[in-house]
Nanobody, 118 residues
Framework: QVQVLESGGGSVQAGGSLKLSCSSS????????LGWYRQAPGRKEREWLS????????TYARSVKGRFTISQDIAKNTGYLQMNTLKTEDTAVYYC???????????WGQGTQVTVSS
């Protein structure tokens, strides 16, 4: 069973940057798209942030457009989320998911914590 795993979270001051990675155990990103989501403290729902298809088409939520950049290296089975100009309201657990394309059901990672302090 294919799995995905996030890494790269941590603590940073407002205005700083972090780069998250999403690695997969198989060549899933050649068949499916990649999505990044986050769940802020106290919120039940996960917020969609950005997606990239296997052919490289990207979309962004308004809240992160211009600050976050999604990318992928299919040969390395890894996706990325470059986060710049971080704000305190970006504090959340960040998740990646292999979804869309040939993935009928999304495959979620376990999440990585991002904490932005003022």
């Amino acid at each position: 069973q294919v799995q995905v795993l996030e890494s790269g979270g941590g603590s940073v001051q407002a205005g700083g940057s972090l780069k998250l990675s999403c690695s997969s155990s198989g060549y899933i990103f050649s068949k499916c798209g990649l999505g990044w989501y986050r769940q802020a403290p106290g919120r039940k729902e996960r917020e969609w942030l950005s997606s990239i298809t296997s052919d490289g088409t990207t979309t962004y939520a308004r809240s992160v457009k211009g600050r976050f950049t999604i990318s992928q290296d299919i040969a390395k089975n890894t996706g990325y989320l470059q986060m710049n100009t971080l704000k305190t309201e970006d504090t959340a657990v960040y998740y990646c998911a292999a979804e869309g394309g040939s993935c009928i059901f999304p495959t979620w990672g376990q999440g990585t914590q991002v904490t932005v302090s003022s």
